[in-house]
C-alpha cells in the first residue's frame, strides 16, 4: 500500500475523509457493475446452451433427411440439384453496449421472400428427403446466426475474466 505524506491539520484530514468517501463509492461501483456482468454473463450462458441444444437437434434431423436423400440419390444429381442456390444470404453485423462491453448483434437478411426460393432444383429428379433437409436448414438459418452472437459474446465475456476478490 502506498504511502500519503501529509500535513497534520484538519483542512487535509478534511481532504482524505473526503477522498475516502470517494473511493468507497466507487469502489462499490465497480463491484455493482462486476456483478452485473457476471448475471449478464449467466444469463447468457443459459441462453446459449438451450439454444446450441435445438440447433444441434435440427442439425442431427436435417442430416438424416439428408443421408437418405444421398443414399437414394446419385451423387451427380444431388450436387447439380444443390449446386446454384436462388437466394443470397448477407449477415449485418452491429455492436451493442452492455455495461461498456460491446456485443455483436448479426441480422441475416435475404434477397429472396418467395417460398420457392428455398429449394435451388426441380422436384423431378430429387427425394422429398432432399426437401425436408433443406427445409429444416433454413428453418435453422436465424437460430445458427443467433446462436454465433451469443457464442462471441460469451467469449467477449469470458475475456474479462470477472471474479470475485476472495477466488483469487
Do not use: W
Amino acid at each position: 500500500m502506498a504511502k500519503l505524506t501529509v500535513n497534520p491539520t484538519r483542512m487535509e484530514l478534511t481532504k482524505l475523509k473526503k477522498r475516502l468517501t470517494v473511493a468507497v463509492r466507487g469502489h462499490k461501483l465497480l463491484k455493482d457493475k462486476r456483478d452485473e456482468l457476471m448475471r449478464q454473463f449467466l444469463l447468457m450462458i443459459g441462453e446459449n446452451r438451450s439454444l446450441r441444444k435445438t440447433v444441434e437437434a435440427g442439425i442431427k434431423k436435417a442430416n438424416e433427411h439428408f443421408i437418405v436423400a444421398r443414399s437414394v440419390m446419385q451423387d451427380e444429381m444431388l450436387t447439380s440439384a444443390l449446386m446454384l442456390p436462388k437466394q443470397k444470404l448477407t449477415v449485418d453485423i452491429g455492436y451493442k453496449n452492455v455495461m461498456s462491453v460491446s456485443l455483436p448483434e448479426m441480422k441475416a437478411q435475404i434477397n429472396s421472400n418467395a417460398a420457392s426460393d428455398n429449394y435451388p432444383y426441380g422436384y423431378a429428379y430429387t427425394t422429398s428427403d432432399l426437401d425436408e433437409a433443406v427445409l429444416t436448414f433454413d428453418l435453422l438459418r436465424d437460430k445458427l446466426i443467433l446462436l454465433a452472437e451469443k457464442e462471441k459474446s460469451c467469449q467477449l465475456f469470458d475475456l474479462l475474466k470477472l471474479k470475485r476478490p476472495d477466488e483469487g
